[in-house]
T-cell receptor, first 116, second 108 residues
Framework: GAVVSQHPSRVICKSGTSVKIECRSL??????MFWYRQFPKQSLMLMAT?????????EQGVEKDKFLINHASLTLSTLTVTSAHPEDSSFYIC????????????FGPGTRLTVT | DAKTTQPTSMDCAEGRAANLPCNHS???????VYWYRQIHSQGPQYIIH???NNETNEMASLIITEDRKSSTLILPHATLRDTAVYYC?????????FGKGTMLLVSP
């Protein structure tokens, strides 16, 4: 199946700093990438959907100025958590939809963010 | 997308079949039934999906009732590594929306 990678897998940062998480589709071109957040013992919650070359669409309640998403190419999307606070500590997961397979989503392994 | 209902948790003995039910009584004609699973601290893994007919692949079988209001995911010979949260998702042309899923615990 298609492979999606995320980097870093774990990151610890201090409150007030910014953190960038990368999501790459390794063996296919992804027109659409999705960012999810998962708090402990909860399900995945969709944060935003991004299409290559255009602005991301954010879900209700997700601050676009805090969670900056860039989808500059068909194989790379980045999520930047700006001015991170401890409540932003979570498991962030991206997924990618392939150009030729509109409805399939392939998930990355996730990034564990801890804000101290 | 239609809402799904799954049991919170299930247990299964290693080597036995695990049958995970899902109710989706409001499913519409163009919506597929998808199953994903998430092993602890990992990203979700695609298992199988179907529209009307039963489906089988190397991981599992999906049985969809004739009225499409419910389905069952079958892991024919569960192993300890199948312990995970299993998500049943109904979707048409939109993104995947995850519910709470079923926590399957496979024991020796």
């Amino acid at each position: 199946g298609a492979v999606v990678s995320q980097h870093p897998s774990r990151v610890i940062c201090k409150s007030g700093t910014s953190v960038k998480i990368e999501c790459r589709s390794l063996d296919f071109q992804a027109t659409t990438m999705f960012w999810y957040r998962q708090f402990p013992k909860q399900s995945l919650m969709l944060m935003a959907t991004s299409n290559e070359g255009s602005k991301a669409t954010y879900e209700q309640g997700v601050e676009k100025d805090k969670f900056l998403i860039n989808h500059a190419s068909l194989t790379l999307s980045t999520l930047t958590v700006t001015s991170a606070h401890p409540e932003d500590s979570s498991f962030y997961i991206c997924s990618a939809g392939a150009v030729a397979e509109t409805y399939e989503q392939y998930f990355g392994p996730g990034t564990r963010l801890t804000v101290t | 997308d239609a809402k799904t209902t799954q049991p919170t948790s299930m247990d299964c003995a290693e080597g036995r079949a695990a049958n995970l039910p899902c109710n989706h009584s409001t499913i519409s004609g163009n919506e597929y039934v998808y199953w994903y699973r998430q092993i602890h601290s990992q990203g979700p893994q695609y298992i199988i999906h179907g529209l009307k007919n039963n489906e089988t692949n190397e991981m599992a079988s999906l049985i969809i009732t004739e009225d499409r209001k419910s389905s069952t995911l079958i892991l024919p010979h569960a192993t300890l590594r199948d312990t995970a949260v299993y998500y049943c998702i109904v979707r048409g042309y939109s993104t995947l929306t995850f519910g709470k899923g079923t926590m399957l615990l496979v024991s020796p």
